[in-house]
């Protein structure tokens, strides 16, 4: 792992202005600085509030993936389902951000469960970027809304830890520039068939499956390699053969349209269908 992916960066809040949730509920007020947890192949930008609980906001990635998870601690979501799929709308400035699901967890050591919101979009996260507030209401009821001071310099922090990222593994820098794109790749999940996937060897034990692909002007995979925990492994051999000298997407583009090299993160992974049997009585 690179020493450089190995640091926790602070990004002071030059000034924290408490946004009031309604009368019914406290304010909610933001402990004066984004944390932004940087390792290999992820990124994760968090903020503690303080109210009469506490409030742990918590945006992640994989980096390449191009897909983003929300988190929310709170004491609101002590008498929610636990694990249950719930459908909920995601609000940033009152305005809808996303329809989605929202999964709450019970979280360690006593602390609030959490309200997870996966499979958020690049849209999503530089709407929170442009934001003053967040909510979400649904099914498990309402929380919010959630102020978002500083949240422009938050997610400005939070795309360069994967923009440099996405860099070092070999993307051309041009694409992160104003103007430009990251290469597009539909149907991710089923670049290797999975009837090809079932001969691999795949490893034991919880281990790091994802590996990054590195895609030409052309849109076709020039280099592969495993994330972290697999490099010359037989496993990382029979994904990157799989894959290498295909067209899989469109390249990514600079701030003129021009075709540059980018990179994408893929998850080769079985896919298990359970068939249940049910008799008509």
């Known amino acids: 792992m690179s020493s450089r992916f190995r640091n ?24 004066g600085r984004w944390n932004l947890q940087v390792s290999e192949g992820e990124c994760r930008l968090e903020r503690t509030f303080t109210t009469p609980g506490q409030v ?15 988190s929310i601690m709170a004491d609101k979501f002590k008498r929610a389902q636990l694990r249950v799929p719930q459908e909920a709308v995601l609000k940033v400035d009152g305005r809808t951000a996303a329809s989605t699901y929202v999964v709450v967890f019970p979280s360690e050591n ?25 909510s979400i209401a649904g099914d498990l009821g309402k929380f919010g809304p959630l102020p978002l001071p500083q949240a422009k310099e938050a997610i400005t922090a939070f795309r360069r830890c994967e923009a440099e990222q996405l860099t070092e593994w ?12 990251r290469p597009r790749v539909d149907q991710r999940r089923d670049l ?28 076709v995979v020039e280099r592969c390699s495993s994330v972290s ?9 029979a994904v990157c053969n799989a894959v ?14 021009k075709a540059v090299r980018g990179v994408v993160t893929f998850y080769p992974a079985l896919v298990r269908t359970m068939i249940v049997r049910t008799q008509v009585l």
């Not at 290498?244 to 349209?257: M, N, Q, S, V, Y």
């Open 8 to 31: 926790l960066r602070l990004i002071p809040a030059i000034l924290a202005v408490p946004c009031l949730f309604p009368s019914s509920a406290p304010a909610s007020v933001p402990d």
């Open 56 to 70: 742990r906001f918590s945006l992640e990635t994989d980096v390449g993936t191009d897909s983003y998870s929300l």
């Open 110 to 134: 006593s602390a609030p469960p959490s309200a997870n919101l996966a499979g958020l979009s690049n849209e999503v996260v530089d709407a929170i970027g442009a934001g003053r507030e967040l």
């Open 170 to 181: 070999g993307a051309d820098p041009a694409q992160f520039t104003p103007g430009g794109r």
């Open 192 to 219: 290797i068939p999975q009837a090809e996937l079932r001969r691999f060897p795949f490893p034991k034990g919880p281990v790091q499956l994802a590996h990054y692909l590195v895609i030409d002007a052309d849109g």
């Open 229 to 237: 925990g697999l490099e010359n492994s037989d496993f990382e051999r």
């Open 244 to 257: 290498k000298g295909r067209k899989i997407g469109e390249p990514a583009r600079d701030a003129t349209g």
